[in-house]
């Protein structure tokens, strides 16, 4: 068989949702990115339709939320409150969740720290620090990074009622992108309920930052790589309009971290809500809010 006919083959395998080898994946890495972004786009078209979601997330720092009206604005309209920075001990911690809690009332959804950093702190048996926390309040951990938890950390999150929202990845794998997406497939299967996957790397590299191609490609692979995901995401905030639109089209639907505030001096149409709308239109999709009718 040629090359061309071996990659029409696992092209096959994958519009099908069967599980493709590490040898699979490392074909497809090898093809053209716009021949992979094509059919990432073809598979999640397939799998989850032309929907794109967003998620208004408004953050608190250690000093929880912010005051005044334009605090009060923000929750009102957030789709979740995310709790970002992990406090130096677990007592401030419980205390952070409280107060944010005591403003939002029992009716709001809080999500808070990466399990990675609650691991590094080091407070104590991992179950047990993960059920004090949820005595506090707090609904969710926010991410679990696959490069650095195991499928273990994953469940014991999941046993302490705070099963993490999303799966990310905290460092920019560089070529390595099928190793990644491997053992985040690990990690999944071993936790069937984490639905969505976050692909593209919190923290970027200083000295061999990363490019816009390397970002969809991987976009795309992830799509081709976990038939089980049925979200796969881009933070609107760190990786701008501009890349995450192009992610839509390589096998992305969802846009993470949009902010629940706008810009009075921006004008309507420039407002944040519309701007992402009207990039998820023009990339072909139907936008939708969390619970939105399709």
Do not use: C
């Amino acid at each position: 068989m040629t090359d061309m006919g071996i990659l029409e083959a696992i092209a096959g395998r994958a519009r099908s949702g069967t599980r493709l080898t590490e040898a699979e994946l490392l074909e497809l890495d090898g093809a053209d990115v716009l021949t992979l972004g094509m059919l990432a786009d073809e598979v999640r078209r397939s799998r989850v339709g032309d929907i794109v979601t967003y998620a208004r997330v408004l953050e608190a720092g250690l000093d929880g939320l912010p005051g005044g009206d334009a605090s009060t604005a923000a929750v009102a309209a957030a789709h979740e409150v995310r709790l970002t920075m992990v406090p130096p001990t677990l007592q401030a911690a419980t205390a952070l969740i409280g107060s944010v809690r005591s403003v939002l009332g029992t009716g709001r959804r809080i999500t808070g720290f990466s399990l990675a950093d609650l691991i590094a702190r080091s407070w104590g048996p991992l179950a047990d620090v993960l059920h004090t926390l949820k005595g506090a309040g707090l609904d969710a951990v926010a991410e679990a990074p696959a490069d650095v938890v195991s499928g273990a950390d994953v469940a014991a999150a999941a046993a302490a009622g705070l099963g993490p929202a999303v799966l990310s990845v905290q460092h920019w794998p560089g070529e390595n992108r099928v190793a990644l997406l491997l053992k985040a497939r690990a990690v999944l299967e071993a936790n069937p309920a984490l639905r969505r996957f976050a692909p593209l790397a919190r923290e970027q590299s200083v000295t061999t930052p990363t490019t816009g191609y390397h970002d969809v490609r991987l976009v795309a692979l992830a799509r081709l790589a976990l038939p089980s995901v049925e979200v796969i995401e881009v933070d609107w905030r760190q990786y701008g309009p501009k890349l995450a639109q192009v992610a839509l089209m390589f096998g992305a639907n969802h846009l993470d971290r949009v902010s629940p505030v706008d810009d009075p001096a921006l004008g309507p149409r420039r407002a944040t809500t519309e701007e992402v709308r009207r990039n998820i239109t023009a990339a072909g999709f139907r936008p939708a809010e969390p619970g939105e009718a399709a």
